[in-house]
T-cell receptor
């Protein structure tokens, strides 16, 4: 079955770059996502990448996809205290005809910012 | 658009009572998902709809759980009767082909 794996914790110093890693097993994954969840809040879509891309950059966020190794990463440049949250990796395989499978999520990585 | 809207935000109920969670998806999105989040199991997909039709309900834990989508702008998740182990945060999400957006969730506590 589908599986998405992430490390549970990552600790970085304020101002450094954070790199959160994710591996997945479903070779037919078409879209891969990064979500951010702050305490008591919902899941905020940060960015997503289509499987025919290997990189996507959006301001401080850079997503790298290695489809051969089924490895996805999220780099946050100049990490700030406001970046402290749980980051979820998710994969999805849309269906023909406009429908879509549900997203399969990893357990989430807690990003801890040290002053 | 106001995003995905869920109600109520918090629900506390006694064991055995019926609970109904509500969701209004983003207009124009053709897929709707119900997820449950707990510390132990993380985010679990319960059921999803495409064009108002239930596609996969294999994640629904028991017959006590049911979900409906009577039209493109409304869905409900019902638990009857509720049990303490149903306590969790329940999220609704809606999607077009690529982007999937989540509501703020309903925190359910069954005592």
């Amino acid at each position: 079955g589908e599986d998405v794996e992430q490390s549970l914790f990552l600790s970085v110093r304020e101002g450094d770059s954070s790199v959160i890693n994710c591996t997945y097993t479903d070779s037919s994954s078409t879209y891969l996502y990064w979500y951010k969840q702050e305490p008591g809040a919902g899941l905020q879509l940060l960015t997503y990448i289509f499987s025919n891309m290997d990189m996507k950059q959006d301001q401080r966020l850079t997503v790298l996809l290695n489809k051969k190794d089924k490895h996805l990463s999220l780099r946050i440049a100049d990490t700030q205290t406001g970046d402290s949250a749980i980051y979820f990796c998710a994969e999805r395989d849309p269906k023909e005809g406009g429908g879509a499978d549900g997203l399969t999520f990893g357990k989430g990585t807690h990003l801890i910012i040290q002053p | 658009d106001a995003g995905v809207i869920q109600s109520p935000r918090h629900e506390v109920t006694e064991m055995g009572q019926e609970v109904t969670l509500r969701c209004k998806p983003i207009s124009g999105h053709n897929s709707l998902f119900w997820y449950r989040q707990t510390m132990m199991r993380g985010l679990e997909l319960l059921i999803y709809f495409n064009n108002n039709v239930p596609i996969d309900d294999s994640g629904m834990p028991e017959d006590r759980f049911s979900a409906k989508m009577p039209n493109a702008s409304f869905s409900t998740l019902k638990i009857q009767p509720s049990e303490p182990r149903d306590s969790a945060v329940y999220f609704c999400a809606s999607s077009n082909r690529a982007e999937a957006f989540f509501g703020q969730g309903t925190r359910l506590t069954v005592v």
